[in-house]
């Protein structure tokens, strides 16, 4: 950049020159000589205080555009240092514009560019790849309360087990003792023919042996028949009192049968009754116990409920973590990428690229020369001149300095 401004600085002292000579040439005498930076200052916009008449007003633009047209067709030096001659861009005879490339690192440029493309799809990746949010879990309903515990059947039960057995066992108290014992009536029956059968027993052996005595005393047969006759009707007497004794007897053994078995069945009742009010016990206590399994699985479902929620909850704050720690790892990779993007962009700015200042011709490349690690060269870049051009400024064709620019 120093050679550049040295260059069109020494090209501007050269118009300056020029210009004064040729204003001293057709000028007046009597109008001051002005020194070399106003004569190019005035070439360039004339003093508003200053007047002239037509004929000098265009004389100085011919001059001016002549100065113009003579420092635009003046060829152009540029020196160029370079790591290696493939960043020049430039052969001999090509037509350049301004602003076309002249030198340039293209290669690492263009690696730089590619990573540069590879940095910012990237960084979009990452920006446009959502991470879902945990979702919150809702809150989860209790269990029902169980109902009160109500054994109020069973309790019912066993009551009314309790008063049969308490009646049946009254009823057996009250009647083992009258069951236990003959039935009075036919006990008094029993003894009434029992003593009747005796007596008639008696009468019949008194009869017998007065029969006996009378044989013995032999009495007439008339009383013998008599005798017998009245032995006969005692007998009778007898057989029909034995007869009323055994029937007594049955009646009192079928009697003591039936008490008996009414002493029998009172017993079973009071069993009967023993087992209704165990059997309404044990419904009871089946009762309980079944409450007492159903309290111990709602506890059971309660506590499996409560370790449910506490694992929910431990899940949601693990993938809350994973979520913050993915949100933060996005982040970091975000920020190296964006430090890795920046790096590449001061890079890329690093890289010197060399513009052509002007339009022409590229008339001259001098061969390259090693130095100090670095390759130099010479570009002469010269106008293509019109022929009104060249007749308008004559033969005056200097040639500017070297332009000295060094690439790294």
Same mark, same amino acid.
């Given at each position: ?43 360039? +916009?004339?003093?508003?205080?200053? !007047? ?14 002549? &100065? ?8 152009? @030096? ?31 440029r263009d690696r730089l560019d590619k990573q540069k493309k590879s940095v910012k799809l990237q960084i979009d990746n990452?920006?446009? +790849? ?7 879990? !809702? ?10 515990? &109500? ?10 087990? +309790? ?6 066992? %009254? ?54 028949q008599h005798e017998e006759a009245e032995l006969k009707k005692v007998q009778s007497q007898k057989d029909q009192a ?14 003591a049968i039936l008490q008996q078995q009414e002493l029998q069945q009172l017993q079973i009742n009071v069993k009967l ?50 979520? %913050? ?9 975000? %920020? ?7 790096? &590449? ?17 590229? @008339? ?15 570009? !002469?870049?010269? %106008? ?10 004559? !033969? ?11 690439? @790294?």
């Open positions: 950049m120093k050679g550049l401004s040295k260059t069109n600085l020494i090209t501007y002292l050269c118009v300056g020159i020029i210009g004064l000579i040729f204003l001293a040439n057709n000028y007046p005498q009597s109008q001051p000589t002005m020194s070399s930076d106003k004569a190019s200052a005035n070439a360039s +916009k004339p003093e508003p205080t200053h !007047t002239t008449n037509n004929e000098d007003n265009e004389e100085q633009l011919d001059n001016d555009s002549a &100065i113009a047209i003579l420092q635009q067709n003046r060829p152009l @030096r540029m020196t160029l240092s370079v790591e290696s001659p493939s960043f020049l861009k430039v052969k001999v005879g090509q037509q350049i514009k301004q602003g076309d490339v002249i030198s340039d690192n293209s290669t690492e990452l920006k446009s +790849k959502t991470i879902p949010e945990p979702f919150k879990p !809702t809150q989860a309903l209790g269990l029902k309360p169980l109902p009160p515990a &109500i054994f109020s059947e069973e309790s019912a039960a066993i009551a009314q087990g +309790k008063m049969k057995l308490s009646q049946a066992q %009254a009823l057996l108290e009250a009647r083992t003792q009258l069951l236990q014992s003959d039935d009075p009536e036919r006990r008094a029956e029993l003894e009434n023919s029992e003593a009747g059968l005796q007596i008639a027993s008696q009468k019949v052996e008194e009869q017998e042996q007065m029969i006996l005595s009378m044989r013995d005393m032999k009495l007439s047969t008339e009383i013998l034995s007869s009323a004794f055994d029937q007594a007897k049955a009646k009192l053994n079928a009697s009754a023993e087992s209704e009010l165990n059997v309404a016990e044990s419904r009871l206590t089946a009762a309980q116990n079944r409450r007492q399994l159903t309290e111990y699985d709602a506890n059971l479902n309660e506590a499996r409920r409560q370790q449910q929620e506490n694992q929910t909850q431990q899940e949601y704050s693990r993938q809350q973590q994973q979520y %913050a720690q993915s949100v933060r790892d996005r982040d970091y990779q975000l %920020a190296q990428l964006a430090i890795s993007l920046t790096n &590449i962009e001061d890079k890329l700015a690093q890289i010197p690229m060399l513009r052509s200042p002007r339009n022409g011709y590229v @008339r001259r490349i001098k061969p390259w020369v090693g130095r100090n690690g670095k390759y130099e060269t010479t570009i !002469t870049i010269s %106008a293509a001149v019109s022929s009104k051009n060249r007749g308008s400024t004559g !033969t005056v064709n200097p040639i500017s300095p070297n332009q000295s620019t060094d690439t @790294r």
